[in-house]
């Protein structure tokens, strides 16, 4: 009965001991299923990084689809057609000083306004000359405000519009 006792004791301390090493089963079962909540919350958030990536993705391209309509309808809007035969120019400046004016005309070449010129304007009885600075001509009243916007928006320059006819289509000479 002794062995029987020592055996018994034996046992029981090693069953102990064990269970005291260990998680117990239901804790084991509350670990697993902790662990499946975290699991599927990091599932339920990566599927949410996933949709926010796409839609920012898919809201850039839209944009930059947007972006790129714009672009192109303003450069059909900018694009400047050129008549020489038109009855409308856009008067940029005017001057008393023939030379001032030729000056400014190649100011306006440098710019990329190669049919930049001059007219004479005004009554030499009395001296009053005026050499108006002119920037092509164009066969609309559409097209002339094209013009003189794109000169508002990238030089800052104020115009008008100036009717062409009766004026020839020779410009000043240079001296």
């Known amino acids: ?23 117990s089963q239901q804790e084991q079962q509350r670990q697993q299923r902790e662990q499946a909540r975290q699991d599927s919350l990091e599932q339920v958030r990566q599927r949410q990084l996933q949709q926010q990536r796409l839609d920012s993705i898919a809201k ?34 005017a001057w008393r000083s023939r030379d001032k004016a030729q000056g400014q005309v190649s100011k306006w070449k440098e710019r990329g306004f190669p049919n930049a010129y001059v007219v ?18 164009v066969a609309s009243q559409t097209m002339a405000d094209r013009l003189g916007e794109k000169l508002q928006d990238e030089y800052g320059e104020e115009y008008w519009v100036a009717s062409v006819q009766g004026e020839g289509t020779t410009p000043e000479p240079a001296d």
């Not at 714009?70 to 856009?90: C, H, R, T, W, Y």
């Not at 004479?120 to 001509?137: P, Q, S």
């Open 60 to 93: 850039a391209k839209k944009q930059a689809e947007a972006d790129s309509l714009e672009a192109a309808k303003k450069k059909k809007e900018a694009q400047i057609q050129f008549d020489p035969n038109g009855p409308l120019a856009v008067q940029v400046e």
């Open 1 to 23: 009965m002794k062995t029987f006792s020592i055996y018994l004791l034996t046992t029981i301390t090693l069953i102990s001991m064990l269970s005291a090493c260990g998680p």
């Open 120 to 137: 004479k304007h005004g009554n030499a009885e009395t001296g009053n000359i005026w050499f108006r600075v002119r920037l092509g001509r």
